[in-house]
């Protein structure tokens, strides 16, 4: 079945480390985007890419960073810049002038202790 | 900031009908109405989406008024498992980056 996997599900890492957290769908979508969400907030916008090889910064962008080198993959980087890194972690996809919405992975819940 | 205006909870008596209201006054004539729910923990899942007609699917249906500045979402016989916090986006395409805000906190009991 095609969907978009996010993993780990956890992850626990120590203040000052980078971390990656790892996207990939199999829906042949074109554009990919990844979202913090923080308890009891909305979801809000840390990079998308719209076609391989490029990116875009989202709102929240400081402390993060992306690379697109495969249509499939779109992984995300938390750096020891980011000053509040404990947070859950959505990536999402869609197509090029597709109309049905997103597709949302399920999730990764970071945890920097 | 977000396009949309939504109440922050509500609560449905399971069985009864669920509707969710959204403001978005400022909805150009060319953007979308998008609905999405978030089950506590989950990633969000795309319900249904709209222009002007209303909209119905097997999840819900979505009455958008004549002047666009408005849109209801309906779960028509809601049950504990549509317990979720649900999001209205409005969004030229999905391939717009949209934004989310808070959203509705639907409970539903029962």
């Known amino acids: 079945d095609g969907g978009i996997t996010q993993s780990p599900k956890y992850l626990f890492r120590k203040e000052g480390q980078n971390v990656t957290l790892s996207c990939e769908q199999n829906?042949?979508?074109?554009?990919m985007y990844w979202y913090r969400q923080d308890p009891g907030q909305g979801l809000r916008l840390i990079y998308y890419?719209?076609?391989?090889?490029?990116?875009q910064k989202g709102d929240i962008a400081e402390g993060y960073s992306v690379s697109r080198e495969k249509k499939e993959s779109f992984p995300l980087t938390v750096t020891s810049a980011q000053k509040n890194p404990t947070a859950f972690y959505l990536c999402?996809?869609?197509?090029?002038?597709?109309?049905?919405?997103?597709?949302f992975g399920s999730g990764t819940r970071l945890t920097v202790v | 900031d977000a396009k949309t205006t939504q109440p922050p909870s509500m609560d449905c008596a399971e069985g009864r009908a669920a509707n969710l209201p959204c403001n978005h006054s400022?909805?150009?004539?060319?953007?979308?109405v998008y609905w999405y729910r978030q089950i506590h923990s989950q990633g969000p899942q795309y319900i249904i989406h709209?222009?002007?007609n209303n909209e119905t699917n097997e999840m819900a249906s979505l009455i958008i008024t004549e002047d666009r500045k408005s849109s209801t979402l309906i779960l028509p016989h809601a049950t504990l498992r549509d317990t979720a916090v649900y999001y209205c986006?409005?969004?030229?395409?999905?391939?717009?980056?949209?934004?989310f805000g808070p959203g509705t906190s639907l409970s539903v009991i029962p």
């Open positions: 999402a996809s869609t197509k090029t002038g597709g109309l049905n919405g997103y597709t």
């Open positions: 829906l042949n979508h074109d554009a």
């Open positions: 890419s719209q076609i391989v090889n490029d990116f």
């Open positions: 400022t909805i150009s004539g060319n953007e979308y």
């Open positions: 709209g222009l002007k």
């Open positions: 986006i409005v969004s030229k395409t999905s391939y717009d980056k949209v934004i």
